[in-house]
């Protein structure tokens, strides 16, 4: 994006007054518009507040904008054009529909990322750039020929992909399916939202594990559903607790993530596993099961999902290549029966008309080369190296002041904060500092935990990085609360 | 997908009880759910329909399906597992949710198309094989190293092709914008998707043009909207119509695609452009504008698109490659003021986590490649070559039947059939020979129209399609009516 030239002879606040001229006469920013705040235009273009105050008081004086500063700055209704235009009220467009924003602290951590990207990033949900396969992909692209017919895709997703991954599900999942079951989607993310979207109806209740990264996801909450909770602990969720949520809420479905659970990394008991399945069966109950985890288990063969045990047809199995090879590919998956696949493949052409066959081609040639078992070997060795990294530092630094189990698989670590402090300002105290992680609160939990992503940030980080959490920490205990 | 073995021993109808057989054990088609119909199963797999009939009676005598031949046949209750399961009623939950089916004359176009690729396809909406730059696009993947990082996007899509797609506006839409007022979407259809979904409330009515591929798209109604209809003459919607139309029902948006209108091939004048925009204006109403097809002017430059002199701020503008050099590539961009860009990228956020990157890089060399010009020259060169190709033969087989006018850009034919035939009738008799279209009524027209697609058949089959369609008029013609 753009930045000030700091090389140039031109002042910072002129060229940050041109810019903003230009976007506004440009149409980004039409008249009566709201500007982004000073705060918020610094962060983005690295540059002290003071320069932006000053950029805006040169717009103002030339009658591009107006409103005092610090109070929300306007774009002027007369100044382009002779007459005054009307412009839509883009501001109540943009504030209308069902779909509601995303959660303000995940806002404010994108936001902080995309303002200063050197940050140490534990909160990202995603492996590092030397932990995707960036190379072998590359090399498949060059190697083979994509001269493939690019028209639109098969509502369901291309053909050989869903070919590969019917013996990729029965080796690593023993999962037996067939290449008609699957609906390739943009990731698990895709899948979600077309089963709160298309499968349930506004009104409907539902279980999600507590804590979970489903409360996370507003789209829950877009679609109208009503989240009951389900808690979870080192075994995951209890079958006893969804029959009595079942009896009082009459749950329409209930969505798990049984292996290394995000954010507790708990694994669901395989006794639990068993009287889960039973109880959906009885109740002709469907279980979304969420699965992108577990082929990062650190010690071998993780418990077979649900969908493996499933004689009665209850599970829709998600599964994704963005927490095991790269998130930037955007290729998950479902499984689930014809019904349903047909369903949604038919609703998702009238969001977005399919997925791109790129992604899908690389990703078939991927799964089928001989890259895809090392780069599984190579990632579950970093990631548990970059586990005890991070569990190092925590117990270096924060013996007494944090507690935590220690994860077999996935991305994160989950802890509980031993000292009360506010969620908010433990995130804007380690902002200032450089490292940002994601409150317990995003995941539906009380405040006073906090999940930590140790595959995203780089190894030579993670010490740095908790150094300066727990400086974070430290200050807001320094301060008595008033 | 899956076809019978003609060359194995194996007859033809054991093959395909055997393959049901695993996919019904494997959960694809639970306990009671309902399997396709005959003839849906004897299309899908190429076979006679009595042989679907061997097949099931086989399933029938060995207790895994029941149901008589013809009248919907089931999965079993008991059969699998010792006591009988409750498998969730999948078909209600297909049922649920908001989203509305695609259309059936859509969903059978489609079904046809799959159960028989050899049909000659007037159809779909899109380029040819050999009209999309495949080759180009297969030599920019091995030519450039795209070990790019493969994380999560940027929530507004790939920013160096966001920057590439800032000149390219400018010099071939007379666009000037900024790289942070363009969100990258999965084609055109993932911009109206959001439009339609997270600016606009239900109830809302919105104006859209009269025939409109608009009314192809459930996705109007299943946000709810209320959808009301701008006459398109030769010169596009008029500006008094929807004056009227405003007054009337407080029209909140309105949907226009000005150069070479889907279905009608129509223009936009430019005298009704200025006063539409300063109606716009006038009104504080917003302008969707659909602009999938300028670049396939086949006589050089099509009018400048709404949004070049759009000095209000009134309009919302929509592009893709779809139509211009692949809808497999599923690239397509918005250029809107800040506050929907971001509103906007925030909500896709929870669809689908953004594009995959691959794709947009891929976009991003063609366009700056030296292989753009070129494609395009010769692409307006072959689709005006197709065009020639459909209306000589339409004047052979048809004169007299039908009337069109000859469009000046994009990929459709509109005609109107001069006597009174019914949409459907002709759709399966068309289908019977060997040729597929699109009927008039699915575009919101009256029905005795119809479009043609020349830019997606192989020019060599053009003839052959028109004269099958000939035929399948005919002999609607000649049965009188009961």
Redesign the interface.
């Given at each position: 994006?753009?930045k000030p030239d700091r090389e140039s002879k031109k002042p910072l606040y002129a060229q940050i007054a041109d810019h903003l001229e230009?976007?506004i006469?440009?149409?980004?920013?039409?008249?009566g518009?709201?500007l982004?705040s000073e705060r918020k235009l610094a962060e983005q273009l690295g540059v002290n507040r003071s320069t932006v105050i000053l950029a805006f008081s040169e717009l103002r004086s030339m009658g591009i904008i107006e409103g005092k500063s610090g109070s929300g700055t306007r774009v002027t209704m007369t100044k382009?054009?002779a007459t005054p235009?009307?412009?839509?009220?883009?501001?109540r467009?943009?504030e209308?529909?069902?779909?509601l924003?995303?959660l303000p602290f995940m806002?404010r951590i994108?936001e902080a990322l995309?303002g200063a990207p050197a940050l140490i990033d534990f909160a990202?949900g995603?492996?590092s750039?030397d932990l995707?396969p960036?190379?072998e992909?590359?090399n498949l692209?060059?190697?083979h020929?994509?001269?493939?017919?690019?028209?639109?895709?098969?509502?369901q997703g291309y053909?050989p992909l869903r070919q590969v991954l019917v013996p990729y599900l029965n080796k690593y999942r023993q999962i037996?399916?067939?290449?008609?079951?699957i609906l390739i989607?943009?990731?698990s993310?895709?899948s979600l939202?077309l089963i709160t979207?298309?499968?349930?109806?506004?009104g409907?209740a539902v279980a999600i594990e507590d804590p979970s990264y489903c409360y996370s996801?507003?789209?829950f909450q877009?679609a109208g559903l009503r989240l009951f909770r389900l808690p979870v602990d080192r075994d995951g969720a209890c079958p006893e607790d969804l029959r009595a949520l079942y009896r009082r809420h009459r749950i329409k479905m209930v969505f798990l993530n049984p292996n290394y659970q995000n954010p507790t990394g708990a694994v669901l008991g395989m006794e639990r596993r068993k009287r889960l399945l039973e109880l959906?069966?009885?109740?002709?109950?469907?279980v979304v099961e969420d699965d992108p985890f577990s082929l990062t288990s650190y010690g071998g063969m993780p418990p077979a999902p649900l969908k493996a045990m499933?004689?009665?047809?209850?599970v829709l199995y998600i599964g994704s290549f963005s927490k095991i090879a790269?998130?930037?590919?955007?290729?998950g998956w479902m499984v689930a029966?014809?019904?349903?696949?047909?369903?949604l493949a038919?609703?998702r052409?009238?969001?977005?008309?399919?997925?791109?066959?790129?992604?899908q081609q690389?990703a078939a040639q991927f799964l089928k080369s001989d890259y895809f078992e090392p780069h599984l070997d190579r990632l579950r060795m970093q990631l548990q190296f970059k586990r005890d990294l991070l569990i190092a530092a925590l117990k270096r630094e924060l013996t007494g002041l944090i507690s935590f189990t220690v994860p077999e698989g996935g991305l994160h670590l989950w802890c509980k904060l031993v000292p009360q402090v506010h969620d908010g300002k433990l995130l804007e105290e380690a902002i200032r500092r450089g490292v940002v992680f994601v409150p317990g609160s995003v995941y539906g939990s009380d405040s006073g935990y906090v999940r930590f992503t140790f595959a995203r940030a780089r190894a030579e980080d993670i010490d740095a990085g908790i150094s300066r959490f727990a400086e974070a920490l430290r200050a807001l205990l320094e301060v008595p609360s008033p």
């Open positions: 994006m753009w230009q976007r006469s440009y149409g980004e920013f039409p008249p518009s709201q982004p382009w054009g235009k009307h412009t839509p009220n883009w501001k467009y943009a209308g529909g069902n779909f924003p995303n806002r994108r995309s990202s995603e492996l750039g995707a960036s190379e992909i590359s692209m060059s190697r020929q994509y001269t493939a017919y690019l028209g639109y895709d098969h509502p053909i037996q399916t067939t290449e008609s079951s989607t943009s990731g993310q895709q939202y979207q298309c499968l349930l109806s506004p409907d996801l507003p789209m877009s959906a069966s009885e109740l002709g109950l469907p499933d004689a009665a047809g209850s790269a998130s930037g590919l955007r290729v029966p014809n019904a349903i696949v047909e369903r038919d609703a052409q009238q969001m977005d008309f399919g997925l791109s066959v790129i992604p690389v």
